[in-house]
């Protein structure tokens, strides 16, 4: 019994300063991480195909693709709420120049849009359009990410 | 005595002089190297292929040219990027085919003792932040097909920058002495024996220049071959340079990500590495390919 109770002590010693982090971060920040990473999620699905890591399925494509096509269109003006880039808040690699040419960065908001649209159009249609269609969401993702997110 | 020493040191000194003019004379292109380049019936397309693989729009395109930007943008190469480095600031010059800003008026001779020798057609050594010491092991075919695509590049009137170089790395002719110790015309690693490796390596060793970031350099900026793409600092910025390959990915990894500049977890490239791609992403499938096998074969090399 002792024992499990310094299992468990362990287990919260170990998962609390997770916690704190969680609770610390911005949910601003929080937020946009979460649609990033559900824009990856889809993306393993085309990117696998692709790369034919797995065997292409049109329907499971195609699902990939609109979801990632809707995702493209969340409303992210509140997730970008001023005073939340790299200098200001911990936790995210923004940098202030997002804020500082914002209507360059919805242009890149709105490529990004355009290509999960062509990648919605192909993914369905057969792999070598598919494939055809990644390279457009990676010059997209990356555009942006050049741009204005701090390298590592 | 006195006399005597004096007269020994001044032979010495003259002697020294002598290697030195020596040793650091800008070299010229080989009677072999010029045959082959005369030979050779240029092929543009051929020679696009190349310019992607060397990556020249990496450096000589306008500053903060966007992965995005169409293939104009990025075949005109106007110069003007800095590179802040221990030794010195480089500005990337213009290289387009204006006869009087860039190198419209230069013969496929002057080009290929450029890129293969790192030599300006008037004769004075170019800075290693230009990665002729990688481009010397390309074909001379290679390099007149490149020449050839060039012909059908714009032509850019931006003036280049002079280099922010101090003394004594402003001495120009000092850098005959930085060759002699640093340009080896033998390729980094063995030849495998296998096509598509062999590819890879040509393409990585002599073209693709990738251990010009992935190698580390020594005191004098000399990379060290001994760590062949062991990766190194970041000679102009923060941060280190990965290993490559980078731990745990694989060949379709290394090659998707040179094609889409998608990470194995679906994160994408940044930092130098996002240009790059947008050059590698315009280059066949097989050599993507062949890159990702070399890379992924040097895992089992010594020096990694």
């Known amino acids: 019994m002792p024992r499990l109770m310094t299992a468990l002590a362990t287990v919260a010693a170990l998962a609390l300063p997770g916690l704190a982090n969680a609770q610390d971060m911005d949910p601003n920040v929080a937020a946009r991480q979460s649609l990033m990473d559900l824009y990856a999620y889809n993306l393993g ?3 696998g195909m692709a790369q034919a890591r797995i065997d292409y399925d049109a329907d499971l494509a195609s699902a990939a693709a609109t979801s990632l096509y809707h995702l493209s269109m969340a409303g992210t003006e509140r997730m970008w709420a001023e005073g939340t880039d790299n200098m200001s808040v911990e936790g995210t ?6 804020w500082d040419n914002a209507e360059d960065f919805e242009a890149h908001e709105a490529a990004l849009v355009t290509a999960a649209e062509a990648m919605m159009e192909a993914a369905g249609t057969d792999l070598a359009s598919l494939q055809g269609a990644m390279g457009g969401l990676g ?12 390298p590592e | 005595m006195l006399g005597k020493l004096a007269v020994g040191l001044g032979a010495l000194a003259v002697i020294g002089g002598g290697v030195f003019w020596v040793l650091t004379e800008p070299s010229d292109l080989s009677a072999d190297t010029r045959a082959a380049l005369e030979a050779h019936p240029g092929d543009t397309e051929a020679g696009e292929a190349v310019f992607w693989t060397a990556g020249c729009a990496s450096c000589h395109t306008a500053p903060g040219l966007s992965v995005g930007a169409s293939d104009e943008e990025r075949l005109t190469l106007s110069g003007g990027r800095a590179f802040a480095t221990p030794f010195g600031t480089f500005h990337a010059p213009n290289i387009s085919m204006d006869p009087d800003q860039g190198i419209g008026s230069w013969t496929l001779p002057d080009f290929a003792r450029a890129v293969m020798q790192g030599v300006s057609p008037e004769g004075a050594h170019y800075y290693p932040a230009f990665p002729y010491t990688t481009y010397t092991h390309a074909t001379p075919e290679d390099i007149a097909d490149l020449w050839a695509f060039w012909q059908t590049l ?11 170089v101090s003394f004594p790395f402003n001495q120009r002719r000092i850098l005959g002495g930085w060759k002699f110790l640093n340009f080896s015309e033998d390729f980094a690693t063995p030849a495998f024996d296998d096509p598509e490796l062999d590819r890879g390596r040509y393409l990585v060793e002599a073209l693709g220049h990738c251990a010009e970031c992935h190698t580390p350099r020594d005191a004098l900026g000399g990379m060290d071959r001994s760590a062949w793409l062991a990766g190194a600092d970041n000679l102009v910025g923060e941060g280190h340079i990965p290993a490559l390959p980078p731990e745990g990915w694989g060949a379709l990894d290394i090659s998707a990500y040179l094609e889409t500049g998608f990470t194995p977890e679906f994160d994408s490239a940044g930092g130098e590495m996002a240009d790059v791609v947008a050059n590698l992403s315009r280059i066949a499938a097989p050599d993507r390919a062949a890159i990702a096998a070399y890379l992924v074969a ?3 090399s010594p020096s990694q």
Do not use: K, N
């Open chain 1, 93 to 98: 690699r923004a940098l202030p120049a997002i």
């Open chain 1, 45 to 47: 699905v085309l990117g």
């Open chain 2, 154 to 164: 714009p032509a850019d009137a931006t003036p280049s920058q002079p280099h922010e």
């Open chain 1, 139 to 150: 010059r997209a993702c990356g555009a942006c990410h050049q741009t204005y997110r701090q």
């Open chain 2, 298 to 300: 040097l895992r089992a």
